[in-house]
């Protein structure tokens, strides 16, 4: 996908639910974009003091929120009405949920809505916005931000020119260390539920995650972490056809660390995929050995396919899928494969048993 270019003079019109400057910053960055109004879902600019991880340290949120000089609404129907805008977005706090009611507002007002991320509180939402996108015809974008990067878009281009052959291994780490974070309190299972999200994405948009029919896994606290929701997830998951996911990720680690995308490892049976502390390896089988070595191996430099890499990947490509008139990339019918393997590693972690993937 190529830089989003502008047609002509008009911007587009963005309407933005949640005021997280985060996210917020990001459309009021694009020159062709044009943030018409906000609306404060979460109440953040009003309660959220100094410190919180919504706001920067220069200053409250709700100053900043004041600086941009933007409508802001209580309401989200008045603000749909009065302003008419052309895209819809959406951005949930660290420590607060999706709000469904919001979700249902403004796909019933017969507008898209595109998310950041999907905070859900319960495991059946998933289910729920896949069913209202699905009945009430409009699409709901859940985002992925971790795939706009350059060393996955290297690897994408490798695994589909086929040059490793029929993948039956993946080995996934990540380890981050030990935070003090009170919004992980607001998670039963804090990396499963967050950090895990962006690493399954990735392997769906890799590989994809359909052939996987059972996963086991479980979700814990080390004794020295900061949080009490389990932090700490070691999950296996297992296709008909015999592929293997390994994955193991640790929000209080010691020790040497990782960058929060972590590092892989994809076995082919012609070749091997390796990210290793951002250096990304491709080892292929030779048909004929060479001076004795049956393999050769080649590093490979990050692709960027567009000027904008993770969140602003993301603005980026729900930008252009509302300028071509097309289905984002990243709605919840393409990634809800990725939300049901968290909802069945879940019930795996908490029941100590392997589940089926329905």
């Known amino acids: 996908m190529s830089e989003v270019q502008s047609a002509g003079p008009r911007k587009t019109a963005v309407l933005c639910l949640g005021v997280s400057p985060h996210w917020v910053t990001l459309w009021l960055e694009r020159a062709d974009v044009s943030v018409v109004g906000l609306v404060d879902l979460y109440e953040e600019a009003k309660a959220a003091p100094p410190g919180s991880p919504s706001v ?86 859940v985002g992925e931000a971790y795939r706009f990067d350059g060393l996955v878009e290297k690897a994408k281009q490798v695994i589909d020119s086929g040059q490793l052959g029929r993948i039956g291994q993946i080995v996934w780490t990540c380890y981050r260390p030990v935070v003090d ?77 990782s960058s929060w995308l972590g590092n892989f490892r994809i076995e082919g049976s012609r070749g091997t995929l390796e990210l290793c502390d951002g250096v990304l390896t491709l080892t292929v089988r030779l048909d004929n050995g060479c001076d004795g070595n049956p393999e050769k191996s080649e590093t490979l430099e990050a692709e960027v396919p567009y000027p904008y890499e993770l969140r602003k990947g993301t603005v980026n490509e729900y930008i252009a899928a509302w300028r071509d008139k097309r289905l984002t990339e990243l709605t919840i019918d393409a990634l809800y494969p990725v939300l049901r393997m968290i909802y069945v590693a879940v019930q795996s972690a908490e029941t100590g048993k392997p589940v089926e993937m329905k």
């Open 56 to 141: 920067p340290p220069s200053g409250s949120l709700a100053a900043q929120v004041e600086s941009w000089r933007i409508p802001l609404f209580a309401d989200i129907a008045e603000a749909l009405a009065a302003l008419e805008p052309d895209l819809v977005t959406m951005v949930t706090p660290p420590a607060g949920k999706t709000c469904l009611t919001a979700v249902e507002t403004v796909l019933r007002q017969g507008y898209d809505l595109f998310l950041e991320k999907p905070r859900l509180a319960d495991r059946q939402d998933g289910a729920r916005l896949l069913q209202w996108s699905r009945s009430l015809g409009r699409q709901i974008g």
């Open 181 to 257: 974070a009170p919004w992980m309190k607001a998670y039963d299972h804090v990396m499963l539920e967050d950090l895990t999200y962006h690493h399954l994405g990735v392997i769906h948009y890799l590989v994809g995650l359909e052939p996987f029919n059972t996963v086991y896994a479980t979700s814990v606290c080390p004794e020295w972490s900061l949080e009490a929701s389990p932090n700490v997830v070691s999950l296996l998951a297992q296709s008909e056809s015999g592929c293997q996911l390994t994955y193991h990720a640790s929000w209080s680690a010691r020790g040497k660390t």
